[in-house]
T-cell receptor, first 114, second 112 residues
């Protein structure tokens, strides 16, 4: 498995501002993903973070709203831009080590937008 | 595309009693199947996974799950529940593209 950390663990932000969430893994991994978990809901995949190229976004998510970087095989960032209260969610980073399709998750970032 | 259904939104079980959580999937071939647990305020922890082979898989914390192709199911079981098992449980399916689809989750409450 992999050990994954996320920063910040939680934040309270004002609408119209942006927040960048960091995801750090203790080993090089093939795939990194970003998920959103809205209050009381399941997980929805936002995008796959590709090392050295643009992220691959799922339907309903766009780069202007959720820009993602992945400068190397152990680190990625997700920015939530121009936030509104509807962006209040838990944002989770996950990684796949290539063993089947097993994904391991970080502890999540709990975001509240006022 | 694959999908996952967890029919039970909320289950209450007495401490020491057995627990079974249902998961049904929709996918044309044999999928990759997973169960994750999310304790309050925590991220997701992998309980167990099925790729192929023996249809009864053992996981951490005393959990097991059985893959039944004929029923498109992957139910999670635990013979004796502990209070610390109170959490949200998610079933997930992968279809070979490294993306996982998650069920809506089942909340487990353990009463003393």
């Amino acid at each position: 498995s992999a050990v994954i950390s996320q920063k910040p663990s939680r934040d309270i932000c004002q609408r119209g501002t942006s927040l960048t969430i960091q995801c750090q893994v203790d080993s090089q991994v093939t795939m990194m993903f970003w998920y959103r978990q809205q209050p009381g809901q399941s997980l929805t995949l936002i995008a796959t973070a590709n090392q050295g190229s643009e992220a691959t976004y799922e339907s309903g998510f766009v780069i202007d709203k959720f820009p993602i970087s992945r400068p190397n095989l152990t680190f990625s960032t997700l920015t939530v831009s121009n936030m509104s209260p509807e962006d209040s969610s838990i944002y989770l980073c996950s990684v796949s080590t290539g063993q089947g399709e097993t994904q391991y998750f970080g502890p999540g970032t709990r975001l509240l937008v006022l | 595309a694959q999908s996952v259904t967890q029919p039970d939104i909320h289950i209450t079980v007495s401490e020491g009693a057995s627990l079974e959580l249902r998961c049904n999937y929709s996918y044309g071939a044999t999928p990759y199947l997973f169960w994750y647990v999310q304790s309050p305020g925590q991220g997701l922890q992998l309980l167990l996974k099925y790729f192929s082979g023996d249809t009864l898989v053992q996981g951490i914390k005393g959990f097991e799950a059985e893959f039944k192709r004929s029923q498109s199911s992957f139910n999670l079981r635990k013979p004796s529940v502990h209070w610390s098992d109170a959490a949200e449980y998610f079933c997930a399916v992968g279809a070979g593209d490294y993306k996982l689809s998650f069920g809506a989750g089942t909340t487990v409450t353990v009463r003393a």
